[in-house]
């Protein structure tokens, strides 16, 4: 485990400049690329407890915890700002290219490669107001040279509730949202030289070429033991006005690589908000489906880990994954060569600041028995999966 508390703030040489992972698609909270292998998120003491005294039976199904590492604003002389990072001592290769990028905004570096590169690298979006927010100088670090290709190479689509397309527009539209509110916050409370605590991740995408990615908000309760009323009132009017209390999962983001255009089908939050019980399952099911033909090929390998989780879930007691998050990744890029038969999944359970626990220094209330919300949703993602026609 990593942690790293002395920046020296002037000398900027020492400093990572972090970039928005560009394959976030749900939360709110702004999730950052350290290196090609590891992530970053602004920490919160009750998920850093939760990974420190992890059950080992969890591990394989969590991000690998990698440590604390610190944060600081960066301003340039026209005003852009960016994230630094102060680099692990054992990493210090990736600092030489970090150091080296410009720090011309996101905005700008890609706009420069849809200049240079015609109409091919697109995202198509249609959250109006959403995308009104992220046009209006957001101030962030430029994506790596490696992250631009990645882009000329592989579009994305952004679809509404009721399946309409709009403008189309050159980043990742969720991810970079959640990085330009979370600047925004920073700037407007505290100074450069104020230095925050981020939790470093395994980034568990990192051995996918093209990443299909489905973000499920786990449970019937979304709201801490801490929660104000306020926000208890508007996280129970959210379950129940969406597929988390009929099934106890709902969608909050998701990433398909379509073969027949060489694009992702994306969704978000809001999306999974508006889904009925059936509308759910519509949408589980166009995960599994690249845009020629269904990829029976994965249900077996997914549902096998669901169901091992399922199995670790229920010796769990007195833990409540109030708000986790469960992602379901897989490679979107078929193989080709016949003796490979085992596509690439992973499941991971993420997201633990409203995590309680017997034994947990946050734990307001003791629970008994395993968290029956979760077991509830696991359940039954488990029975929509199997009923996928696999004969498709």
Not at 148 to 169: C, P, T, W
Not at 182 to 198: A, D, G, P, V
Not at 257 to 275: E, M, N, S
Request: charge should be positive; proline fraction near 4%; charged fraction near 20%.
């Amino acid at each position: 485990m990593v942690v790293q508390n002395n920046l020296d703030i002037g000398d900027t040489r020492k400093g990572i400049l972090l970039e928005p992972f560009i394959h976030q698609v749900g939360g709110h909270m702004s999730m950052m690329k350290y290196d090609d292998h590891t992530v970053c998120k602004p920490l919160v003491s009750q998920e850093q407890r939760f990974y420190e005294s992890l059950p080992t039976v969890m591990k394989q199904f969590t991000p690998q915890y990698k440590g604390i590492i610190s944060v600081h604003l960066k301003k340039d002389s026209v005003g852009n700002l960016s994230l630094v990072a102060c680099p692990q001592t054992d990493n210090r290769s990736s600092l030489d290219n970090a150091s080296k990028e410009s720090s011309m905004t996101i905005w700008q570096k890609l706009n420069q490669a849809n200049a240079n590169n015609g109409d091919h690298m697109f995202v198509q979006w249609n959250h109006g107001p959403l995308t009104n927010t992220i046009k209006d100088s957001c101030h962030g670090k430029a994506l790596l040279p490696t992250d631009l290709q990645y882009h000329r190479d592989m579009s994305s689509l952004m679809e509404d509730a009721n399946g309409n397309q709009a403008e189309k527009n050159s980043y990742n539209p969720w991810g970079l949202h959640c990085h330009k509110q979370h600047l925004n916050r920073m700037s407007s409370k505290y100074n450069e030289n104020k230095l925050h605590q981020f939790l470093l991740l395994e980034n568990v995408v990192s051995k996918y070429k093209y990443p299909c990615i489905l973000d499920l908000k786990m449970g019937t309760r979304q709201h801490g033991d801490d929660a104000t009323e306020e926000k208890k009132a508007r996280q129970i009017k959210k379950c129940e006005q969406s597929t988390s209390a009929s099934l106890g999962v709902r969608l909050c983001g998701m990433q398909v690589y379509q073969a027949d255009t060489v694009q992702y089908l994306c969704k978000d939050k809001y999306y999974g908000r508006k889904l009925s019980p059936d509308g759910f399952r519509q949408a589980i099911y166009h995960f599994f489906h690249n845009g020629k033909h269904l990829r029976t090929d994965l249900v077996e390998p997914i549902v096998s880990q669901l169901k091992a989780l399922l199995s670790v879930i229920k010796k769990q007691n007195s833990y409540r994954f109030y708000s986790s998050s469960l992602l379901i990744n897989y490679e979107g890029l078929e193989k080709t060569m016949p003796f490979d038969s085992h596509p690439q999944v992973d499941v991971h359970m993420i997201d633990f600041a409203h995590t309680t626990y017997k034994g947990s220094r946050y734990t307001q209330t003791v629970y008994d028995g395993p968290d029956h919300g979760y077991i509830f949703g696991l359940e039954n993602l488990i029975k929509i999966i199997q009923s996928i026609p696999v004969g498709e």
